[in-house]
C-alpha cells in the first residue's frame, strides 16, 4: 500500500512560513484525491487542504489566502505552503490520501502519514 511521510514542521514565530513536504511511496498518487489535515490537543482532526487528481484545490475557511497546497506527480510528493502563520496554526499536521470524488471528510481517506509538528509561537 501506498506510504506517506511528511516532514518540515517546527518551531516559528507568527507571521513566518513554514513550507510541508509529504513524499509517498508504493506506488503513484496521480489519480489520487491528496489532503493536509490538522489535530491540536484536545480537538478533533480537521481539515486543512485538498488537491484532486486535476489539480483543482479547495481550502478551509481558516487557511484560506494564507496556505497553497501543490503537488508534483513526477516526484510523488505533496506541499503545503503556508504563510502568516498564527498561534491557533499550531497543530499536528498529517498529510492523507484516498481515490474518488473530493471531500473534506478525515474519515473518508484512506492513507495516512504519521504528522509532523508545527508550532507557532505568539
Known amino acids: 500500500q501506498v506510504q506517506l511521510v511528511e516532514s518540515g514542521g517546527g518551531l516559528v514565530q507568527a507571521g513566518g512560513s513554514l513550507r510541508l513536504s509529504c513524499a509517498a511511496s508504493?506506488?503513484?498518487?496521480?489519480?489520487?484525491?491528496m489532503g493536509w489535515f490538522r489535530q491540536a490537543p484536545g480537538k478533533l482532526r480537521e481539515f486543512v487542504a485538498r488537491?484532486?487528481?486535476?489539480?483543482?484545490?479547495y481550502y478551509a475557511d481558516p487557511v484560506k489566502g494564507r496556505f497553497t497546497i501543490s503537488r508534483d506527480n513526477a516526484k510523488n510528493t505533496v506541499y503545503l505552503q503556508m504563510n502568516s502563520l498564527k498561534p491557533e496554526d499550531t497543530a499536528v499536521y498529517y498529510c492523507?490520501?484516498?481515490?474518488?470524488?473530493?471531500?473534506?471528510?478525515?474519515?473518508?481517506?484512506?492513507?495516512w502519514g504519521q504528522g509532523t509538528q508545527v508550532t507557532v509561537s505568539s
Open positions: 492523507a490520501g484516498r481515490q474518488g470524488i473530493p471531500t473534506t471528510a478525515a474519515n473518508s481517506y484512506n492513507y
Open positions: 508504493g506506488g503513484s498518487f496521480s489519480n489520487y484525491v
Open positions: 488537491i484532486s487528481w486535476s489539480s483543482a484545490t
